[in-house]
């Protein structure tokens, strides 16, 4: 089985989040039993000397509304499954989709090359591949150009990580790039509301589309959660599938992670109090032996942060410290900006920083998980790994992931144990953190719980199988 993986980022080259995690892991498992070529673009941040990628001599032009576009082709030296495709329009810019004041203006051109590109290198490497495999709305065009431009045979499975995010962009994007009118500016395919959308055109041509888990499978096709593409999901679920995540198990390693202060794992977890002693320490927060709750991730609406902000000046006052690393939307970076040294029980860091973030996992006892729509979240389950148990909205895959530690009914070996809320409010969001705090001071049950999730398997051991079957 040979398999062509696109993606717009791929860890450790380029991240912005868990997209990036995925395109990484998922790959990994798989080349276990098959051929996968992964293809992402070579942007102006990725530190080609760090990671040894060259120039793999080899080039080609993409024609497109009368201008011509040279895309160069990289590899990854020890790696030459890595490939990477270079072109100034689509890959010098400081960050990889926005600026702080939004879209770049040319994002349906710069995803729009990469599609082509995408094909283009296989056709032109020859490369033998069964499958292609695309993500989110920055690939999605790729289905649109391999049934109705270039006429492939290759199954095409899509898979939407976020529905919140589909690229939509001015109908000019049409001539741009030399799509079909009659065949594409349809309102089951490509057509929206008088733009494009890249996103519906990956649902529409794709052979099979998954989500990234069963319970967001399931919540897109609503109103709530659909992001007006429901009607559209519902017509096509006939191919629609929820796989959930997995992490990749060799990143995230307590046991060998070297960001961390003190490498640990279940049978060594006493261990873990020293990463927490010293992060304490290093961030000025006292009494280590309180509870820790920590929050990672982007700044946005979804994930909670307005309970997050409101629930603050409360905190201030409980008997336990709070780590926050996000960033985001420009508004929030300003609001957690301006707290940073307001509660001395609270510590708020503004950035994106991987290796804080793992000494964070490592050390803390709680994660904290707000989100107001997730589709399958992959803090919570780097959160077990490293032997805590994370506090989490009842939601898309967190639901799939984390059971209530007072359910004890639902409690096995396959599912992580934490404390679960359903209705998004300042109310029940506070009543979980107390029921957080009061577990922890059962210190037997807390830890018997915090090795339980240690042990519970989210690799992609069971999900890299279900993809290959999806493939065939
Ligand atoms: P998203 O919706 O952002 O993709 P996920 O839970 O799927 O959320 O994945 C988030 C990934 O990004 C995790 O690996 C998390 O640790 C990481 N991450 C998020 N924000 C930050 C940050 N500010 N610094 C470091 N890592 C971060």
């Not at 000025?284 to 929050?295: A, Y």
């Amino acid at each position: 089985m040979n398999i062509l993986f696109a993606s717009s980022e791929i860890f450790p080259y380029a991240k912005s989040g868990g997209l990036a995690d995925v395109a990484h892991s998922l790959p990994n498992e798989l080349r276990e039993v098959a051929k996968v070529y992964t293809v992402m673009p070579l942007y102006s941040s990725v530190d080609r000397k760090k990671y040894d990628i060259s120039y793999s001599g080899f080039s080609f032009d993409i024609w497109l509304n009368g201008t011509k576009h040279q895309i160069d082709l990289y590899r990854q030296s020890k790696n030459s499954f890595e490939l990477f495709l270079y072109n100034p329009i689509l890959c010098d810019r400081e960050s990889l989709y926005n600026d702080s004041f939004g879209d770049f203006g040319n994002n349906q051109l710069r995803f729009g090359l990469f599609s082509y590109a995408v094909i283009e290198t296989m056709l032109r490497l020859e490369l033998k591949i069964d499958a292609i495999h695309l993500n989110d709305w920055q690939s999605a065009l790729v289905a649109l150009l391999a049934k109705t431009k270039y006429h492939l045979t290759q199954k095409i499975v899509f898979t939407i990580h976020n529905l919140a995010y589909q690229g939509i962009f001015h109908k000019s994007a049409m001539n741009e790039l030399e799509l079909n009118w009659e065949e594409c500016f349809k309102s089951d395919r490509f057509e929206y509301f008088d733009q494009v959308n890249f996103l519906k055109a990956g649902i529409f041509y794709s052979d099979v589309i998954t989500t990234v888990s069963p319970t967001y499978a399931l919540e897109i096709q609503t109103p709530s959660f659909g992001h007006t593409l429901e009607s559209m999901l519902i017509t096509n679920s006939h191919k629609l599938k929820g796989i959930i995540n997995g992490i990749s198990y060799d990143v995230f390693n307590p046991a060998t992670d070297e960001n961390i202060y003190k490498n640990f794992d279940i049978q060594s977890y006493d261990l873990k109090l020293k990463n927490k002693t010293k992060l304490c320490k290093e961030l000025n927060l006292s009494e280590p032996n309180r509870p820790l709750f920590i929050f990672i991730g982007r700044f946005a609406d979804q994930k909670g942060v307005d309970l997050i902000l409101q629930s603050l000046h409360l905190l201030k006052d409980f008997e336990i410290n709070v780590a926050i690393l996000g960033s985001g939307e420009r508004y929030y970076n300003g609001v957690f900006t301006k707290l940073t040294d307001k509660y001395s029980n609270i510590h708020i860091k503004v950035g994106y920083d991987e290796s804080f973030a793992r000494k964070l996992y490592a050390s803390a006892d709680f994660l904290l998980m707000p989100s107001i729509f997730e589709p399958c979240g992959l803090n919570q389950m780097i959160m077990m790994r490293y032997g805590g148990v994370p506090i989490v909205a009842k939601t898309g895959g967190l639901k799939d992931t984390v059971v209530d530690f007072s359910d004890s009914s639902n409690h096995t070996k396959e599912i992580g144990v934490g404390v679960t809320f359903e209705e998004y409010n300042l109310f029940w969001y506070m009543h979980a953190i107390t029921k957080a705090i009061s577990l922890y001071s059962n210190q037997k049950k807390y830890i018997k719980f915090a090795k339980h999730n240690m042990s519970v398997d989210n690799s992609w051991k069971h999900s890299a199988k279900e993809y290959l079957r999806v493939y065939k």
